[in-house]
């Protein structure tokens, strides 16, 4: 936001010899109510950092431009300040800030935030205090001057040296002390002394034509001039650098220049080189060097940014050239060279009454005076004598007016025209008369607007039923709404509240509480906006105050729900209330400057839209408004670029050219914090390497950011981070940083504060380390402990486990070689069962062949022979190849043949290309053997056995012809196959078994 420079008027002597109509000033007050611990102040100065200290009666109070901290004696801590009065303060060339009071000497310690009382200076009462280099501290007490060593706290008194060059040291009380190179020069009851600290002398000054020289307060300016207070006459003085020749201003405090004889309190030159005096009566007065001129300032009751009293006692210079005046009730201090708002009141005389202070028409006419209507009457105000003439209607007193109650006022044809409540009223600038506008020609009815446009023409806006009526400058004639044909349908529409023409010539009609007519007078059509409207002609609220065009040709309304910016090419309308900005949403006047940025008077201050159509910058009366409360009437500006708006405090005034935004650095700091405990605990300013150290645990925290803007405190803005624990910078107008569930750990709190407008790039942040505990479990060594330990464990768990597995392994590696030989030993014993069943039924067959065939019965006995060989040479092998299985069985099938003969039929249907598969030896021979068993035999039915490949399994397949009873079967033929095979095969062995068929699968290898 940008900042105000800040002004406000004041009671103005024109006319006076040598008095000059005062520059407006705003002055801020602090006293009680804004922190002060009480109102009587003593002294004023500036530490190193840039803080205000004010010492009262009671206390010592540190102001940051925002808030006060009091500091207050403490009779149970010894490094409290003294009980006694502040007298003086003083910030020496290496930053130290020392006090005196009544009583002694201390020294505020910015590492402790505690005072240090200087014991070689206990009990002296302390006027002034100044440093002249790096360790010496001149002191200005009761007792006379003395040298104070701020290195080691040693004091010389000059009154105890018998040296002849401090010998007019010895003898005078000593007021006030300043330092300009190489001199000190000393205010006393017995005149004015220069110590020339090159010599190392002091010598009394014959001030000419003096005969009472006591001195309250001196000031040296630019030139070298040096400007005195005195108890008698003459007591406002300036005596050249030269010391020889003495100007005198007694003639501005003699009763005949209408000022009373008072005493003077103090005096200072400010930046401009201009001079300031207080007095314990008569406010605030201003020499202007220049012009040769003073200026005085009063306490006026109705200004809120004027004086509140007339009574002082200290003044103080701060860095920035800002004066600070103490009275008996506070502090009030101001900007002596940035000025911006002030105030013209609509008469000069009865301001008490509220229908003369607050502002309602206001125009400036050719010569550059001021007219202005209030609800009595109407004023004109000439800004070269700053005297006043008005025009009412007194009680019993001739009539001048249709009313007093004034509601609208306009220039135009050389006219002043005035629009009351019961008519319309003219004063002509060529016969300086009033007149009464003929009723026949505008009847006698409340007149809400009077405007002229850029056709010659002049608009009166009325409450009756023609609404709007119109003043030809050329034809010398009066019209009303009727007589247009595109209007006419308006008449009776509402009351019109204000009209305005634009650069292309359309009319803008206001409406009361009906919106908005756009008149297009070149083709006779007329445009409705209202907030029922479509978007392109929905405006934000009805009840339309002022209007007014930027220089993009947009057309900016003013009402009681915010602002509207119409563009009427683009079919565009651009809305503002106080969600995107405005101080509030009853917006009166609007005003266009020669920047395009829009000033807007709403109700709780003035909002400036910049030609960006993107920033609002708001005042108030903190940055010298006399009032924040504007009546629902039009803004002016005039031909210098002044704007003029009507407040409920008179009429606000500023000139547009003036404006600066606010991009100044200022000084900021971070000065205590809160955690969890809810308990302030402070940070030292001035400390290069700030740490907030929190417990364990202690993880929510707000921190206190403090920015010194004593010119535009309303407008500081504040940036600031959590680096590690966040990326991205917070924006905030309050000075206070909030974060909440902070994981223990250190962190860098950074943070800025700005003025205004000032880009945050171009401003250097500070740091504050931040270090929070954490719990012994929240630690990063405790996880690693953790870590390693859990590391370790799950490595010897992993070991145990992996022994423990090859364990496993082990007994189940010999479990499986337990029962595959157990399956091998029981299939070697099925093997084995060959011999006696098989063998006997073959030696039974061989027999009957010996004695019927005796060929038959040899190649009975070599397949037998074959048989047996294949069944002791397989006993080794786990498995077979298919080719020598097949072969094997042929020779059981062929020998099993001899007996049953064609009841039993085998039948081979495996490719050879499966010849080379494996299997477990004897397998199909257990197939044949078990159908075989199972089966009847008999060639009226032979049993039919079929063997062939069907995916990854060989198919045994023969049909069912099942015996009732089984003689020699034992059920472990196939059991002991499922066995075997669950060893030597992924895949099982498989048996189905239908009505028909009995399958068996085997797996091969």
Not at 433 to 453: A, G, H, Q, W
Not at 660 to 674: A, C, E, L, N
Request: overall charge neutral.
């Amino acid at each position: 936001m940008a900042r105000a420079f800040l002004i406000i008027i004041f009671t103005c002597y024109a006319g006076l010899t040598g008095w000059a109509q005062p520059k407006s000033y705003n002055f801020r007050k602090l006293g009680i109510n804004e922190g002060l611990h009480d109102g009587t102040v003593r002294c004023i100065a500036q530490d190193t950092l840039g803080f205000i200290w004010i010492g009262t009666v009671g206390a010592l109070n540190r102001f940051d431009s925002k808030k006060v901290e009091v500091f207050t004696y403490d009779m149970d801590d010894t490094t409290s300040p003294y009980s006694s009065q502040p007298r003086s303060m003083h910030s020496d060339i290496q930053g130290r800030f020392w006090v005196g009071y009544e009583t002694g000497l201390i020294e505020y310690v910015f590492a402790t935030g505690n005072f240090r009382k200087v014991k070689t200076l206990e009990n002296q009462s302390i006027y002034s205090l100044l440093s002249i280099n790096d360790t010496t501290l001149l002191i200005a007490c009761r007792r006379g001057l003395v040298k104070l060593n701020t290195a080691t706290d040693d004091t010389f008194w000059y009154d105890n040296s018998k040296s002849a060059r401090y010998a007019i040291l010895n003898r005078s009380r000593l007021n006030d002390i300043e330092y300009r190179y190489p001199y000190v020069y000393i205010a006393s009851n017995d005149g004015l002394i220069l110590f020339d600290i090159v010599k190392d002398s002091a010598f009394s000054v014959n001030i000419p034509g003096v005969t009472e020289p006591g001195i309250v307060s001196i000031d040296v300016d630019k030139q070298g001039d040096i400007w005195m207070c005195s108890y008698d006459a003459p007591k406002l003085t300036r005596l050249h650098k030269d010391l020889k020749k003495l100007d005198r201003f007694d003639k501005w405090l003699s009763p005949n220049e209408n000022l009373s004889n008072t005493d003077i309190k103090d005096v200072i030159v400010d930046d401009s080189n201009n001079v300031w005096f207080i007095s314990a009566s008569e406010g605030i007065m201003q020499y202007v060097r220049k012009k040769d001129v003073m200026i005085k300032y009063l306490a006026d009751p109705e200004i809120p940014s004027g004086l509140n009293t007339n009574n002082f006692r200290t003044l103080f210079k701060d860095r920035n050239g800002m004066i600070w005046a103490g009275s008996d009730i506070g502090v009030v201090y101001f900007n002596t060279t940035n000025s911006f708002f002030s105030t013209l009141m609509p008469f000069d005389t009865a301001l008490g009454k509220r229908e003369r202070r607050v502002g309602r028409a206001i125009t400036i006419d050719d010569r550059g005076m001021v007219w202005m209507g209030a609800h009595d009457g109407v004023s004109v105000y000439n800004p070269e004598t700053g005297k006043y003439k008005e025009w009412r209607n007194e009680e019993h007193g001739r009539q001048v007016l249709y009313s007093n109650w004034v509601r609208s006022i306009c220039y135009a044809d050389h006219s002043v025209w005035i629009g009351t409540s019961g008519g319309v009223n003219r004063y002509d600038l060529k016969t300086n008369k009033m007149e009464f506008v003929d009723p026949e020609d505008l009847p006698e009815r409340f007149y809400n607007s009077i405007t002229k446009d850029k056709s010659g023409n002049i608009w009166f806006g009325t409450n009756d039923t023609s609404a709007l009526y119109w003043y030809s400058t050329e034809e010398k004639k009066y019209y009303s709404i009727h007589v247009d044909t595109a209007l006419r349908k308006y008449e009776r529409f509402a009351p019109v509240s204000y009209v305005f023409e634009d650069s292309k010539k359309r009319l803008w009609i206001s409406f009361s509480r009906k919106g908005v007519v756009r008149y297009d007078k070149m083709i006779g059509t007329t445009t409705y906006y209202s907030t029922e409207q479509d978007s392109a002609h929905r405006i934000i609220g009805n009840q339309v105050i002022d209007i007014k065009e930027d220089k993009k040709g947009v057309i900016w309304l003013s009402s009681m729900n915010g602002i509207s910016g119409i563009n009427v090419d683009s079919g565009k309308i651009q809305n503002f209330n106080r969600n995107n900005g405005l101080v509030n949403n009853w917006v009166s006047p609007i005003v266009v400057d020669p920047y395009d940025r829009v000033w807007i008077g709403a109700s709780g201050g003035l909002s400036m839209l910049d030609e960006d159509r993107v920033t609002m910058t708001s005042f108030t009366i903190a940055d010298g408004l006399s009032s924040v409360g504007f009546p629902e009437h039009a803004g002016i500006i005039d031909s210098t670029g002044v704007i003029w708006m009507a407040t409920y405090n008179g009429y606000a005034k500023f000139n547009s050219h003036e404006y600066k935004p606010d991009t100044g650095s200022i000084g900021f700091y971070v000065m205590g914090y809160q955690s969890t405990d809810v308990v302030f605990k402070r940070v030292h300013a001035d400390d290069k390497n700030q740490l907030i150290d929190l417990q364990a645990g202690d993880n929510a925290i707000t921190i206190d950011i403090v920015a010194l803007n004593f010119s535009n405190p309303t407008h500081t803005r504040f940036a600031y981070r959590l680096n590690g624990f966040e990326k991205t910078w917070h924006y905030s107008q309050e000075g206070k940083a909030v974060y909440t569930n902070i994981p223990g750990g250190s962190y860098s709190f950074e943070y800025k504060a700005a003025s205004g407008n000032m880009p945050w790039n171009k401003i250097a942040s500070k740091q504050l380390n931040v270090e929070i505990g954490s719990f012994f479990y929240q630690k990063k060594l405790f996880w690693i402990s953790v870590c390693i330990i859990l590391f370790f464990s799950l490595w010897i768990y992993y070991r145990k486990r992996l022994r423990d597995q090859k364990q496993i392994y082990e007994l189940q590696r010999q479990a499986d070689e337990l029962q595959k030989e157990n399956a091998l030993v029981m299939f070697e014993g099925l093997k084995q069962q060959l011999n006696p069943h098989f063998l006997f039924n073959s030696l039974t067959s061989l027999s009957a062949l010996i004695y019927d065939d005796r060929k038959k019965a040899s190649r009975f006995l070599e397949r037998l022979s074959k048989l047996y060989r294949y069944v002791l040479n397989s006993q080794e092998n786990e498995t077979v190849t298919l080719k020598e299985e097949l072969r094997f069985a042929e020779n059981y099938f062929e020998l099993q043949k001899t007996r049953f003969g064609d009841g039993l039929l085998v039948i081979n249907e495996i490719d050879k290309t499966y010849c080379k598969r494996r299997i477990a030896p004897v397998t199909l021979q257990k197939l044949i053997e078990n159908a075989v068993k199972h089966n009847i035999v008999d060639t009226d039915s032979p049993l039919i056995i079929r063997f062939y490949i069907e995916g990854e399994y060989l198919i045994a397949n023969n049909n069912l012809q099942r015996k009732n009873f089984v003689e020699t079967s034992n059920k472990k033929g196939l059991a002991s196959l499922f066995r075997l095979y669950s060893y030597i095969s992924k895949l099982p062995v498989v048996v189905e078994d239908d009505s028909n068929f009995f399958i068996v699968k085997i797996p091969l290898i």
